[in-house]
C-alpha cells in the first residue's frame, strides 16, 4: 500500500482509501481537483487535502496532484484501491 504524508501533520495516510475508514480532522475535503487555489491554500498552509472520487479517471486526477494526502472513494467501490497507476498513466 501505497502512503502519502497528510499534511502538516507528521502523519502518513494511505493514498487510496474507503469513505469512513480515516480520520480526517480538519482536513480540506473536496468532490474534485478543479479548485487550484483551494488546494494551492491548504497545502502552503500544511492542511491536509482530501479529495472523494468514485471512478478511475477521477482517482487518477486527484493522485496526480502534489497537493493531496489522500483520495476517498465510496464504501461500494473498494476496488478502487487496486487500481494500477503506473498502467493508467504509462500504459506499460
Known amino acids: 500500500m501505497r502512503e ?3 499534511g502538516a ?4 495516510v494511505p493514498e487510496i482509501a474507503v469513505e469512513g475508514e480515516l480520520e480526517l480532522g ?3 475535503v473536496l468532490d474534485g481537483v478543479d479548485d487550484e487555489e483551494a488546494l494551492r ?3 502552503a ?3 491536509p487535502v ?3 472520487a468514485a471512478e478511475p479517471g477521477s482517482v487518477t486526477r486527484a493522485l496526480a496532484r502534489p497537493e493531496v494526502s489522500c483520495v476517498l472513494v465510496p464504501a ?3 476496488d478502487l484501491r487496486d487500481l494500477d497507476f503506473r498502467r493508467l498513466t504509462y500504459g506499460a
Open 26 to 28: 480538519d482536513a480540506l
Open 41 to 43: 491554500g491548504a497545502h
Open 4 to 6: 502519502r504524508w497528510f
Open 9 to 12: 501533520t507528521g502523519r502518513r
Open 45 to 47: 498552509a500544511g492542511r
Open 76 to 78: 461500494d467501490r473498494p
Open 50 to 52: 482530501v479529495v472523494r
